[in-house]
């Protein structure tokens, strides 16, 4: 089994500020196209033109303007800005960490090593943020208020006014509804995104001969490319994930959602909609993924060479006046 040797440890703070500056980032340049997907993966049925055509993510993209305001894209932008920094400080730490313990005495990873290793960071990030955050998320993209008529006053307000809603007329607990899928789809999506950027990284270095960091523009194309391999392997869950996360039912135990869900898609819709919205979500998540590591690398990059610095005594930090 072929090895990739183990980055220098960065220190959590350093994980913090670049993962969060990239995960900015990834949001406010991909977000349309996340509720674009959202809208597709919820449509009961193919939605179509006025002249009986059937619309692509373009096309749905263009009635939600339409409809709704150009804003109306980036509906849920907040409560994925207000989750961005931790769900990225958790992402690379916790793989950072999880990647040291499964190191073999040699502090070497293979890539049983490196799979598991995103498997478990996509699992922590889940459910310490990702969970509550895509609900509100989610809840937030689903409302098809018009933006052109002020009477037409939508349910939630903002991310913080939706949490309040659904904690008041749902429960605490219903900020978790499909937790269990959402971790499964961020597990694999984690497990996947990281061995592929992994060991396209290390191929990459190793064909050129490259001892640091590869060009960016390197790293924004493998980063497209592990960044579509999660969407392409877990399409089905997302679906069924975002349908039971824009519910409002909380009866039943999470086995019966799902089931009931499931079973409800495929007799009423086919089999084709477990895979609504897979383009636009490869296309969201993919070029989403480049932005991320590109920035991460960059950020890291810099406060790895100032904290040299500051080692070595060449900047110094004033101390605080009395």
Request: with cysteine; charged share 20%; net charge positive.
């Amino acid at each position: 089994m072929s090895k990739n040797n183990t980055t220098q440890k960065t220190p959590i703070l350093t994980h913090l500020v670049a993962g969060g500056a990239a995960g900015f980032m990834e949001a406010c340049i991909c977000h349309p196209l996340d509720t674009v997907k959202v809208r597709m993966q919820l449509a009961k049925s193919v939605q179509k033109s006025a002249s009986g055509k059937r619309l692509g993510f373009a096309g749905v993209g263009v009635r939600i303007v339409k409809n709704e305001g150009f804003l109306a894209l980036y509906k849920g932008l907040g409560a994925v800005i207000a989750g961005i920094v931790p769900k990225m400080a958790i992402r690379f730490s916790s793989f950072e960490m999880y990647k040291g313990a499964l190191a073999d005495e040699n502090g070497v990873n293979s890539r049983t090593s490196i799979f598991f290793s995103g498997l478990l960071a996509g699992t922590t990030e889940a459910v310490m943020v990702v969970s509550p955050m895509d609900l509100i998320k989610i809840r937030l993209q689903a409302q098809r208020n018009s933006m052109a008529d002020p009477m037409d006053i939508p349910k939630y307000r903002n991310a913080p006014h939706a949490a309040y809603v659904i904690v008041k007329e749902e429960g605490f607990r219903a900020l978790y509804k499909g937790v269990a899928l959402t971790a499964l789809r961020q597990a694999t999506n984690q497990a996947a995104n990281f061995t592929a950027y992994q060991e396209l990284k290390r191929w990459g270095k190793k064909v050129q001969n490259i001892e640091g960091e590869l060009p960016s523009y390197q790293t924004l194309v493998i980063g497209g490319i592990s960044g579509a391999m999660g969407p392409l392997s877990n399409a089905p869950i997302d679906t069924i994930k975002t349908r039971i996360q824009k519910s409002n039912i909380g009866t039943g135990s999470a086995w019966n959602r799902f089931t009931t869900v499931t079973t409800d898609i495929y007799k009423k819709e086919g089999f084709r909609a477990f895979y609504k919205g897979l383009t636009p979500r490869v296309l969201r998540v993919a070029p989403g993924q480049s932005v991320t590591f590109v920035v991460y690398e960059k950020v890291k990059g810099w406060l790895e060479v100032a904290q040299g610095k500051i080692k070595e005594g060449e900047v110094t930090i004033p101390a605080p006046q009395k």
